[in-house]
């Protein structure tokens, strides 16, 4: 937590977790390498956080899915649709669904306000009929997962306000809701002797806290059973 002369300010990052389920535990712990990254990841150095988010946005519903051949409403032939259209209000956020760079930012025909992102040497992805660009954002610029890029609009050839979202990977066109994200990569060799360490005064912090918690519901406990 911070605070400024006794007064609280806002909460901080939180540096470790812990979950217990059905008797099994589960926990993360924040690391930041020498380079500045940080993230979230197991005892073992496995990423927590999956490469890509399940969708861009928060939507209504889906309007049209990935075909190779569908009857465009408004053209009134049949043509592919090689991506999924998520309706939403105009001005929803949407968000880049992993880091990445941005290819293309602009006007880009039937597609309306357009951006296209490159995450990594296998995979891209395009957000299509935006109303508008989020500030700042150009050509090479860097972005972060979940990063607001844009907002839902319908420029170009649209019947309504929704985001066209594509994904390419290896050169080709494939279906958002059939990939399996892929892992983030894990903690580097060169780093897991400070990662280890990092972990070990973690984990007995949580330990400390988890051991203060059960004392204070023993006593909880105690008084209610004392009627005081």
Same mark, same amino acid.
């Given at each position: 937590?911070?605070?400024?002369?006794? !007064?609280?300010?806002?909460?901080?990052?939180?540096?470790?977790?812990?979950?217990?389920?059905?008797?099994?535990?589960?926990?993360?712990?924040?690391?930041?390498?020498? #380079? %500045?990254?940080?993230?979230?990841?197991?005892? +073992? $150095? =496995?990423?927590?956080?999956?490469?890509?988010?399940?969708?861009?946005?928060?939507?209504?519903?889906?309007?049209?899915?990935?075909?190779?051949?569908?009857?465009?409403?408004? /053209?009134?032939?049949? =043509?592919?649709? /090689? %991506?999924?259209?998520?309706?939403?209000?105009?001005?929803?956020?949407?968000?880049?669904?992993?880091?990445?760079?941005? +290819?293309?930012? $602009?006007? &880009?025909?039937?597609?309306?306000?357009?951006? !296209?992102? &490159?995450?990594?040497?296998?995979?891209?992805?395009?957000? $299509?009929?935006?109303?508008?660009? *989020? &500030? $700042?954002?150009?050509?090479?610029?860097?972005? #972060?997962?979940?990063?607001?890029? %844009?907002?839902?609009?319908?420029?170009?050839?649209?019947?309504?306000?929704?985001?066209?979202?594509?994904?390419?990977?290896?050169?080709?066109?494939?279906? @958002?809701? &059939?990939?399996?994200? @892929?892992?983030? *990569? @894990?903690?580097?060799?060169?780093?897991? +002797?400070?990662?280890?360490?990092?972990? /070990?005064?973690? *984990? +007995? =912090?949580?330990?400390?806290?988890?051991?203060?918690?059960?004392?204070?519901?023993?006593?909880?406990?105690?008084?209610? =059973?004392? %009627?005081?």
């Amino acid at each position: 937590e911070y605070y400024r002369d006794g !007064r609280w300010i806002k909460n901080g990052r939180i540096l470790a977790a812990e979950f217990v389920n059905v008797g099994s535990k589960y926990q993360a712990f924040y690391f930041e390498d020498g #380079k %500045g990254h940080g993230d979230y990841y197991d005892s +073992e $150095g =496995r990423c927590l956080r999956k490469q890509f988010l399940k969708s861009p946005l928060r939507y209504k519903r889906i309007s049209s899915y990935f075909s190779r051949r569908r009857f465009h409403p408004i /053209l009134k032939i049949y =043509r592919p649709h /090689l %991506g999924i259209d998520y309706a939403a209000p105009v001005g929803t956020p949407v968000e880049s669904i992993g880091d990445g760079k941005i +290819e293309f930012i $602009g006007w &880009k025909g039937d597609y309306g306000r357009f951006i !296209r992102v &490159k995450h990594n040497r296998n995979y891209i992805t395009t957000y $299509g009929h935006l109303s508008r660009f *989020a &500030k $700042g954002l150009k050509k090479g610029s860097r972005i #972060k997962q979940g990063q607001v890029i %844009g907002y839902v609009g319908s420029t170009g050839l649209a019947t309504g306000p929704h985001l066209d979202f594509r994904m390419i990977r290896n050169g080709r066109f494939v279906n @958002p809701l &059939k990939i399996q994200p @892929p892992p983030v *990569a @894990p903690i580097r060799k060169e780093s897991m +002797e400070a990662f280890n360490a990092t972990v /070990l005064n973690l *984990a +007995e =912090r949580l330990k400390a806290i988890s051991l203060k918690a059960s004392v204070q519901v023993q006593e909880d406990t105690y008084r209610e =059973r004392k %009627g005081g």
